[in-house]
């Protein structure tokens, strides 16, 4: 029993280690487009920020370079913002997110620090993709030279579907796992004891 609970734990294991995840840092002091092969399945987007991840060099990003005409740190004219957009080869946003939309009723931000906390508590960001695909992260601006920062997230597979009628590796593993303990035990009641 205690070879099984061992087994099944490594199995496990295994299981978790194959989920992707990935730190991607998308910088605006330049044209982006980052792109990023994914299989089918759902994704999450989660904000991570820098000196607070590893791997993650930004906070949020000011595509003017400085701060101003804020109420109370927000709405300001000039100003941080934590935003993403992930579209297809036809360019169709497939998931996106911008802390400065009107909806959220927050605008630009005084610090890159306010806009990623805003960014954190809306997310994380999930979204499905029927098939396998090349996707890409995209931003333009029509000056980079007076654009600081960038935006750093964590893209991890959530779930992948398993294809039809053929189990996933890790569900035959622990289905072999399984017979295999009861095949085990079996045996053991079987053979006699001998004195």
């Not at 927000?74 to 909806?103: H, K, M, P, Q």
């Not at 695909?133 to 935006?151: A, C, E, H, K, W």
């Not at 009861?182 to 079987?190: D, H, N, P, S, Y």
Request: charged share 15%.
């Amino acid at each position: 029993m205690r070879r099984l609970a061992i087994a099944m734990g490594l199995a496990l294991g295994v299981l978790s280690a194959s989920a992707s995840a990935e730190i991607i840092n998308l910088p605006v002091f330049e044209k982006l487009d980052h792109e990023v092969a994914l299989q089918a399945g759902t994704w999450q987007i989660t904000p991570v920020k820098e000196k607070e991840t590893p791997g993650a060099n930004y906070t949020a990003y000011n595509v003017w370079g400085f701060s101003s005409g804020c109420t109370d740190g927000l709405n300001c004219t000039n100003g941080y913002r934590w935003a993403y957009e992930l579209v297809d080869g036809a360019d169709n946003v497939i998931s996106s997110f911008n802390t400065s939309a009107s909806a959220l009723g927050f605008g630009n931000t005084e610090s890159a620090e306010t806009a990623f906390d805003i960014a954190r508590d809306a997310g994380p960001f999930t979204f499905t993709l029927e098939t396998a695909q090349t996707l890409r992260f995209i931003y333009s601006d029509s000056r980079y030279d007076d654009n600081v920062g960038g935006v750093s997230l964590d893209l991890s597979l959530l779930q992948s579907p398993p294809p039809s009628g053929v189990p996933t590796p890790g569900t035959a593993l622990l289905l072999g796992l399984g017979l295999a303990a009861l095949a085990g035990g079996a045996a053991r009641r079987r053979t006699p004891v001998r004195a």
